[in-house]
């Protein structure tokens, strides 16, 4: 016979288990399936989220998913120079995070099925009316009947697979090591450093009891591991640091990176269709400069929630229904193209060309008003006026972008 529900939420991860949450705190009858047996594992993320995206999408977190307190991030260009970009925020065990989220959606009513792979989907109709998808998978409690499906599985973006939605992203591989001991002043460091990392950047994310999160994304994925560890071997303040797994993965496995791969083609064509929500990075929400993905994720999933009650009170799933969801992301969420532009033209600059930028930048760049970069322009143009025109103004806003107010964490 198999499971009915209002809505189905494919995949627990931050998406997943937000949209859980606020479809639950809607009065929805929810279901969650999650392919993995466990949520939240492996992880597959620096596990940064600021202040302004708890806040916005009204999370208290509870002690136990709060590794450290940051202070924001620091930006390390090419030649060593250091600017800040001073926003507060937390570094997580994100795997507690993500199953506090979908516990507290349990809590209020929603099913948790864990090893449940959704694999096929058929349109419901009733008298020609559209009424949902019946949902097949991998797990005891399919089939599934759902009004309304929420695509919350990731780089994977298994119902635009099945539907034929929305071509494949093209996507950017990241990978880090815990390491120990590693020295903090409690700011996230990211290294632009394309010789390491093409296209993509380095980071230091500090969490409890001097552990680290050392990691990079980049293009040249074949090359991922090389480079990390040719990074920490250049690198003095990591060089002699111990390499460990997290404790969730610490039973007795080799020692080895975690990561995963993040779509970088911008947000889909189509992210809603006849019974069908796409959020997070099944959507393809992630910054474009950084490609932090989990403020988005957790933002696009309250806007499912949000149209998913609106349409099934009107009794009408259809996505005539649910356009409202693509216009509440579009009007809310930064310019991803124009950002883009930005992180092609930074992309474009030598090691030196961009250095001579990061040395232009205030110390601190959180305050730099209209003033801060009038004052960025004019040292650029007196330093390396080529470089100005070489569309530095696109790359500056890419920066600019990447704030936690413009979703960039
Ligand atoms: C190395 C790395 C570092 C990162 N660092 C950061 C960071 O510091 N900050 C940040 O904001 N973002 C970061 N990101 C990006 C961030 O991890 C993602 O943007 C975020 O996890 C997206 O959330 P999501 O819920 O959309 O998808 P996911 O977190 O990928 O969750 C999808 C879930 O769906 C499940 N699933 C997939 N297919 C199916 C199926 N058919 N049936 C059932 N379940 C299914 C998966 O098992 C998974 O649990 C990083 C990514 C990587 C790879």
Redesign the pocket.
């Given at each position: 016979m198999g499971a009915i529900c209002d809505v189905l939420v494919?995949?627990?991860?931050?998406?997943?288990g937000s949209a859980a949450l606020h479809a639950a705190r809607l009065g929805l009858d929810v279901i969650v399936?999650?392919?993995?047996k466990e949520i939240g594992t492996p992880v597959?993320?620096?596990?940064?989220?600021s202040d302004i995206a708890l806040s916005n999408l009204d999370l208290n977190l509870p002690d136990q998913v709060i590794s450290k307190r940051v202070h924001g991030i620091r930006v390390i260009f090419p030649d060593g120079t250091q600017k800040r970009l001073t926003e507060h925020g937390y570094v997580l065990e994100k795997h507690l995070f993500e199953q506090w989220l979908v516990e507290q959606s349990v809590d209020l009513g929603a099913r948790l099925f864990l090893g449940?792979?959704?694999?096929s989907m058929e349109r419901i109709e009733e008298n020609g009316k559209f009424m949902g998808h019946y949902c097949e998978?991998k797990g005891d409690n399919f089939p599934i009947n759902a009004k309304i499906v929420i695509d919350?599985?990731?780089?994977?973006g298994?119902c635009s697979k099945i539907l034929e939605l929305n071509q494949r992203p093209k996507v950017i591989a990241?990978?880090?090591y815990e390491m120990l001991q590693v020295p903090t002043d409690d700011y996230l460091d990211f290294y632009i450093w394309p010789q390491y990392a093409e296209k993509g950047y380095l980071w230091m994310?500090p969490k409890s009891d001097g552990r680290a999160n050392v990691?990079l994304?980049t293009e040249n994925k074949s090359r991922i591991v090389k480079e990390l560890d040719r990074f920490i071997e250049d690198t003095d303040e990591f060089r002699d640091l111990e390499i460990v797994n997290p404790n969730w993965k610490d039973d007795g496995r080799k020692i080895s990176g975690f990561?995963?791969?993040?779509p970088i083609s911008g947000p889909h064509e189509t992210t809603h269709s006849d019974g069908i929500l796409l959020?997070?990075?099944?959507a393809g929400f992630?910054s474009p400069l950084f490609?932090?993905?989990?403020?988005l994720?957790l933002k696009s999933a309250q806007f499912a929630a949000i149209t998913a009650a609106d349409a099934i009170l009107k009794d009408d799933v259809t996505a005539n229904s649910l356009a409202k969801y693509s216009e509440r992301w579009k009007s809310e969420f930064p310019p991803y193209h124009k950002i883009l532009r930005g992180k092609s033209a930074l992309y474009s600059l030598s090691d030196q060309d961009m250095s001579v930028m990061g040395r232009c930048f205030p110390d601190e760049m959180s305050d730099m008003g209209i003033s801060g970069k009038a004052m960025v322009a004019i040292r650029l143009l007196v330093r390396r006026p080529s470089l100005y025109f070489r569309r530095i103004i696109p790359a500056m806003l890419a920066f600019g972008y990447s704030r936690a107010k413009y979703y960039g964490?």
């Open positions: 494919v995949g627990a991860g931050p998406g997943g399936i999650e392919d993995h597959h993320c620096g596990e940064c989220i449940h792979k959704l694999k998978g919350a599985s990731g780089v994977t298994v990241g990978m880090q994310i990691g994304v990561g995963g791969a993040i959020i997070g990075d099944a992630t490609e932090g993905g989990s403020h994720a964490w």
